[in-house]
């Protein structure tokens, strides 16, 4: 089959120098005919892009066995993912596309989750689709996977095979664009103190690259410290007082790349302080916070959510089942940008300071399907996708 040739032959690093030539301008002629937002989210995009090896797939027969290789479940974010992949591939097997849904988990060991991906190899899965536990370990096994004619698609971090589907966003656009909304809100400048996540981590490097361009755009801003919250809201908590007892002086934004927004804002509170501007991404919790302390809690920022992490995920799968084929071997979604005005759309009654579980939903599709229909082949509607029927941030 042509399309595994080219992405095999790409695995064993085989491919000429002419061959990579013209698979560069291949991406790069996918890229300018794009829409603007999208083209924006490949401009210093860290991955590898490649045209797609699997340009010329032919599904199998239906119904479909759409497998899903996790390697965690250990915290609500991930499980979210999981429980609404599940509920749209439900909806495939309602109408008979699908015949089942099977999950694996590998609790963060590289080795099993190898394992179980060539044991949904064995059983003759029709798909695979994952959130990988490193970007490299699984690639023999995703080699695999497209030998046997299987496409793997993953989400929440890209893997180096080029035989994959990475379903990705650039997150030192990310991390740019929130220190550029700090310097929309300061025009005058101000005081910004950086809350990373864990030290080393790729995605934090790229935060941080991001973040520090934008910085050096804008004289006005100056960095009050640099402080690593690992991603965990007490660990998050404890540094953040630690800065502020350390720096008397004015801090006027927290650019932070987590989850923890609601901490940052308790610490600046209880230490009697004014309430920063805090970017990262919003959750359940924050919301509940700002409606109960409205004059305490200052956002811009974005929705890493795990709602739209998995519909996405599972959109492009039932294209790709569907017949539609992608141009691109990364396909990049752009993070939903939320402002403070913002907030009483995103805002439920069922969040509260304490909702550490629930995730907002937004109030309209972050991913418009004539965006997505820009990086198919035979593009047409997502196979049992309706926005609409997205259940509520409350609903259990």
């Not at 991913?367 to 035979?378: I, K, Q, S, T």
Request: hydrophobic letters at 40%; glycine letters at 8%.
């Amino acid at each position: 089959m042509k399309t595994m040739t080219r992405g095999l032959l790409a695995a064993t690093a085989i491919m000429t120098a002419t061959t990579v030539a013209q698979a560069q301008d291949a991406v790069a002629t996918v890229v300018q005919g794009l829409p603007d937002i999208l083209k924006a989210q490949y401009e210093g995009a860290p991955q590898k892009v490649l045209p797609s090896a699997w340009d010329d797939f032919k599904a199998p027969a239906k119904p479909w066995k759409w497998c899903h290789s996790e390697s965690y479940q250990g915290n609500p974010w991930r499980v979210t993912v999981t429980t609404e992949l599940k509920r749209l591939v439900d909806g495939l097997i309602a109408d008979g596309t699908v015949a089942s849904f099977e999950v694996s988990d590998s609790n963060n060991d590289a080795s099993q989750q190898i394992n179980q991906i060539r044991a949904f190899i064995d059983k003759g899965c029709s798909i695979i689709t994952s959130i990988p536990g490193s970007a490299t370990a699984l690639d023999d096994a995703i080699d695999a996977a497209a030998k046997a004619g299987i496409p793997f698609l993953t989400a929440a971090g890209s893997v180096t095979s080029p035989n994959a589907i990475n379903v990705d966003s650039n997150y030192a656009r990310w991390g740019y664009d929130m220190m550029s909304a700090i310097g929309k809100e300061l025009p005058d400048g101000g005081s910004v103190l950086l809350v990373e996540g864990i030290a080393g981590h790729p995605i934090v490097v790229q935060e941080r690259e991001g973040g520090d361009k934008a910085l050096a755009e804008n004289a006005k801003l100056k960095v009050a410290r640099s402080v690593n919250g690992n991603w965990t809201a007490n660990v998050t908590k404890t540094v953040v007082f630690q800065a502020i007892a350390t720096n008397p002086a004015p801090i006027d934004a927290v650019w932070t790349t987590g989850s923890e927004s609601r901490v940052v804002a308790e610490a600046f509170a209880e230490a009697g302080r004014p309430a920063p501007i805090i970017t990262g991404s919003l959750t359940g919790d924050a919301l509940g916070y700002w409606k109960a302390n409205p004059d305490k809690y200052r956002f811009e920022g974005h929705a890493l959510l795990p709602h739209w992490t998995a519909q996405t995920l599972f959109r492009i799968g039932a294209r790709l089942l569907d017949g539609q084929t992608p141009k691109l071997n990364t396909l990049m979604i752009p993070i939903p940008a939320i402002h403070n005005a913002d907030l009483a759309s995103w805002y439920k009654d069922c969040m509260t300071p304490d909702s550490v579980s629930v995730f907002p939903v937004p109030p309209k599709d972050p991913m418009p399907e004539e965006w997505l229909d820009a990086y198919f082949n035979g593009a047409k509607p997502t196979p049992g996708w309706d926005y609409a029927k997205v259940p509520d941030a409350c609903a259990k």
